[in-house]
């Protein structure tokens, strides 16, 4: 079965701009999740779906990050306006029954 | 709140070399553990778990035994190889999920 894609692998934008970043997760998998990895730590989750709903979302930024997962499929990640210290890996990571699988992740770099 | 400690790295290590890489955990209740490993440009891949006390995941050579009394779950294997050079995370669930938290990672590197 193919893994988790995920796209872009890496993005370099200044300050204050856009962007975003798409996954597709395994297909059949209800389950999806966001991680942020800084360098040097290890990687924290930011938001969970199942299906197309939100399940948990407390450690996401709101005032500058956004998800959503039309259909229950792909998902898109989006800051708006970044900041030097969102500077990491993005991970996705979808699930059927428990075991996680992760994509291979967005490495952002905000200068 | 839930927590995971490991060594500090980067480890490095000749090939054949004994391998330990320790973690201990803070946790409310029982949870699951895990150790995931993630080659260099590749996602995080689930090595070997353990879901209660005295319980040993295994996986590819490498060991770990859930120590309920020492709050550890140490990774182990007797021979590394140049090919397991990576990053390997360790981490825990609580009750029924199967989200992990995860530790801040602890970098290997093999030579030959």
């Known amino acids: 079965e193919a893994g988790v894609a995920q796209s872009p692998r890496y993005k370099i934008i200044e300050k204050r701009q856009s962007v975003a970043f798409w996954c597709n997760p395994i297909?059949?998998?209800?389950?999806l999740y966001w991680y942020q990895q800084i360098l040097g730590q290890g990687p924290k989750l930011l938001i969970q779906?199942?299906?197309?709903?939100?399940?948990?979302d407390s450690q996401l930024p709101k005032d500058r990050f956004s998800a959503e997962r039309l259909k229950g499929v792909d998902s898109t990640l989006k800051i708006q306006p970044a900041k030097l210290e969102d500077s990491a890996v993005y991970l996705c990571?979808?699930?059927?029954?428990?075991?996680?699988?992760f994509g291979p992740g967005t490495r952002l770099t905000v200068t | 709140g839930d927590s995971v400690t490991q060594m500090e790295g980067p480890v490095t290590l000749s090939e054949e070399a004994f391998l330990t890489i320790n973690c201990t955990y803070t946790?409310?209740?029982?949870?699951?553990l895990f150790w995931y490993v993630q080659y260099p440009g590749e996602g995080l891949q689930l090595l070997l778990k353990?879901?209660?006390?005295?319980d040993k995941g295994s996986n590819k050579g490498f060991e770990a035994t859930y120590r309920k009394e020492t709050t550890s779950f140490h990774l182990e294997k007797g021979s590394v190889q140049v090919s397991d050079s990576a990053v390997y995370f360790c981490?825990?669930?609580?009750?029924?999920?199967?989200?992990?938290?995860f530790g801040r990672g602890t970098s290997l590197i093999v030579h030959p």
């Open positions: 779906f199942q299906n197309n709903g939100v399940v948990d």
């Open positions: 990571a979808s699930s059927l029954k428990g075991g996680m699988n």
């Open positions: 353990a879901t209660k006390a005295d």
């Open positions: 981490a825990l669930s609580e009750g029924g999920s199967y989200i992990p938290t």
């Open positions: 297909s059949g998998h209800a389950t």
């Open positions: 946790a409310t209740g029982y949870p699951s």
